[in-house]
Protein backbone atom coordinates (compact mmCIF):
# COMPACT_ATOMS: atom_id res chain seq x y z
CA UNK A 1 0.00 0.00 0.00
CA UNK A 2 1.45 3.45 -1.06
CA UNK A 3 -0.06 6.27 1.09
CA UNK A 4 0.88 9.80 -0.75
CA UNK A 5 1.48 12.26 2.04
CA UNK A 6 3.20 15.44 3.25
CA UNK A 7 4.64 15.16 6.56
CA UNK A 8 3.21 18.93 8.42
CA UNK A 9 -0.67 17.67 6.46
CA UNK A 10 -3.08 16.93 9.69
CA UNK A 11 -5.10 14.97 6.94
CA UNK A 12 -2.34 12.98 6.71
CA UNK A 13 -0.86 12.82 9.75
CA UNK A 14 -4.83 11.26 10.76
CA UNK A 15 -3.96 8.54 8.21
CA UNK A 16 -0.83 7.31 9.41
CA UNK A 17 -2.03 7.39 13.41
CA UNK A 18 -4.55 4.90 12.01
CA UNK A 19 -2.21 2.96 9.94
CA UNK A 20 -0.17 2.56 12.91
CA UNK A 21 -2.76 1.89 15.17
CA UNK A 22 -3.76 -1.10 13.04
CA UNK A 23 0.10 -1.87 12.08
CA UNK A 24 -0.62 -1.50 8.28
CA UNK A 25 2.74 -1.43 6.70
CA UNK A 26 2.79 1.07 3.71
CA UNK A 27 5.53 2.98 1.39
CA UNK A 28 5.91 6.80 2.12
CA UNK A 29 5.77 8.83 -0.85
CA UNK A 30 6.01 12.33 -0.11
CA UNK A 31 4.52 15.66 -2.00
CA UNK A 32 5.99 18.74 -0.62
CA UNK A 33 2.64 21.01 -0.59
CA UNK A 34 4.56 24.34 -0.12
CA UNK A 35 6.52 23.19 -3.35
CA UNK A 36 3.70 22.24 -5.43
CA UNK A 37 4.28 18.89 -5.99
CA UNK A 38 0.45 17.59 -5.37
CA UNK A 39 0.21 19.42 -8.97
CA UNK A 40 2.53 17.21 -11.04
CA UNK A 41 1.33 16.05 -13.81
CA UNK A 42 1.84 12.41 -12.71
CA UNK A 43 -0.04 12.81 -9.40
CA UNK A 44 -2.85 14.66 -11.06
CA UNK A 45 -3.43 11.56 -12.83
CA UNK A 46 -3.59 9.43 -9.49
CA UNK A 47 -5.96 12.28 -7.98
CA UNK A 48 -7.28 14.80 -9.97
CA UNK A 49 -8.25 16.71 -6.83
CA UNK A 50 -4.57 17.18 -5.54
CA UNK A 51 -5.06 16.17 -1.93
CA UNK A 52 -2.81 14.13 -0.05
CA UNK A 53 -3.41 12.04 1.95
CA UNK A 54 -4.24 9.54 -0.75
CA UNK A 55 -4.06 6.07 -0.12
CA UNK A 56 -3.83 3.67 -3.44
CA UNK A 57 -7.29 2.10 -3.81
CA UNK A 58 -6.43 -1.18 -3.98
CA UNK A 59 -9.43 -2.49 -6.49
CA UNK A 60 -8.58 0.20 -8.70
CA UNK A 61 -4.90 -0.34 -8.88
CA UNK A 62 -5.25 -3.77 -8.67
CA UNK A 63 -3.62 -4.68 -5.61
CA UNK A 64 -3.40 -7.75 -3.90
CA UNK A 65 -5.47 -7.01 -0.49
CA UNK A 66 -4.97 -10.04 1.00
CA UNK A 67 -2.52 -8.81 3.76
CA UNK A 68 -5.12 -6.31 4.48
CA UNK A 69 -8.41 -8.48 5.63
CA UNK A 70 -9.50 -5.40 8.23
CA UNK A 71 -9.83 -3.19 5.02
CA UNK A 72 -11.54 -5.98 2.76
CA UNK A 73 -14.37 -6.61 6.05
CA UNK A 74 -14.93 -2.62 6.56
CA UNK A 75 -15.31 -2.63 2.52
CA UNK A 76 -17.71 -5.60 2.48
CA UNK A 77 -19.76 -4.25 5.42
CA UNK A 78 -19.84 -0.93 4.08
CA UNK A 79 -21.29 -1.94 0.34
CA UNK A 80 -24.35 -3.79 2.36
CA UNK A 81 -25.26 -0.34 3.15
CA UNK A 82 -27.35 1.02 0.19
CA UNK A 83 -25.75 4.69 0.25
CA UNK A 84 -22.28 3.31 0.20
CA UNK A 85 -23.21 0.90 -2.40
CA UNK A 86 -25.44 3.28 -4.51
CA UNK A 87 -22.36 6.48 -4.29
CA UNK A 88 -19.27 3.95 -5.11
CA UNK A 89 -17.04 4.84 -7.86
CA UNK A 90 -17.89 2.25 -9.81
CA UNK A 91 -21.34 2.68 -10.14
CA UNK A 92 -20.98 6.22 -10.95
CA UNK A 93 -22.27 7.18 -14.98
CA UNK A 94 -18.73 8.07 -15.46
CA UNK A 95 -16.91 5.34 -14.47
CA UNK A 96 -14.19 3.95 -16.67
CA UNK A 97 -15.08 -0.40 -17.21
N1 LIG B 1 -10.87 15.92 3.25
C1 LIG B 1 -9.80 16.18 2.29
C2 LIG B 1 -8.53 16.36 3.04
C3 LIG B 1 -7.34 16.51 2.18
C4 LIG B 1 -6.74 17.89 2.26
O1 LIG B 1 -7.41 18.92 2.43
N2 LIG B 1 -5.40 17.90 2.13
C5 LIG B 1 -4.65 19.11 2.12
C6 LIG B 1 -3.52 19.02 3.15
S1 LIG B 1 -4.13 18.75 4.81
C7 LIG B 1 -3.99 19.26 0.75
O2 LIG B 1 -3.61 18.28 0.13
N3 LIG B 1 -3.81 20.50 0.26
C8 LIG B 1 -3.11 20.71 -0.96
C9 LIG B 1 -3.63 21.86 -1.76
O3 LIG B 1 -4.63 22.44 -1.36
O4 LIG B 1 -3.04 22.15 -2.82
C10 LIG B 1 -9.82 15.06 1.27
O5 LIG B 1 -10.86 14.92 0.68
O6 LIG B 1 -8.89 14.33 1.01
Known sequence: M???????????LRVRI???LKQLPYDYVSHHLRKGEQRTQAYLALNPRGLVPQVINGRRFDCDMAPYPTIQRIHEACMTIPAFAQAAPDRQPDAEA
Do not use: C, D, E, I
Not at 2 to 12: A, C, G, I
Open 18 to 20: ALA
Open 2 to 12: KLHNYFRSSTS
